[in-house]
């Protein structure tokens, strides 16, 4: 069941668009999508270097109302970071989403 006291935090899903120069090259671009409300339950993270590079990964389950727009090719940015979707699991009968995410390492 989803407590909506609990959506606390805002989100950003961000959607993916590829578009095509005369040249023919593709360009990825990240566009604003749709501004959740959304709980958030962090589930862990690790620090790692590879290559004299240092990569930290973070998992972080947002909860939010139920949107049929959102799917596994979009992103979320949350706190100036920018996390991409696992999975997405129903609540309910459309009653909100579980969105599975790791943070993006740019």
């Known amino acids: 069941m989803l407590v909506l006291g609990e959506l606390r935090h ?3 899903v961000l959607g993916k668009t ?4 005369e040249y023919g090259a593709e360009t990825t671009v990240w566009a604003n ?3 959740l409300r959304a709980g958030r339950k ?3 993270g690790d620090k790692t270097i590879d290559n004299k590079e240092v990569f930290n990964s ?3 389950v947002f909860t939010t109302l139920y949107r ?4 596994e ?3 979320i940015e949350f706190n100036g970071k920018k996390y991409a979707i696992n999975s997405i699991s129903e ?3 459309k009653e909100g989403l579980q969105i599975d995410t790791e943070l993006i390492n740019d």
């Open 58 to 60: 973070q998992r972080i």
């Open 42 to 44: 962090f589930i862990g």
């Open 68 to 71: 049929k727009t959102i799917n």
């Open 18 to 21: 590829i578009t095509k120069d």
């Open 33 to 35: 999508k749709i501004r």
């Open 10 to 12: 805002v989100i950003q």
């Open 73 to 75: 090719n979009d992103r």
């Open 91 to 93: 609540i309910g009968y």
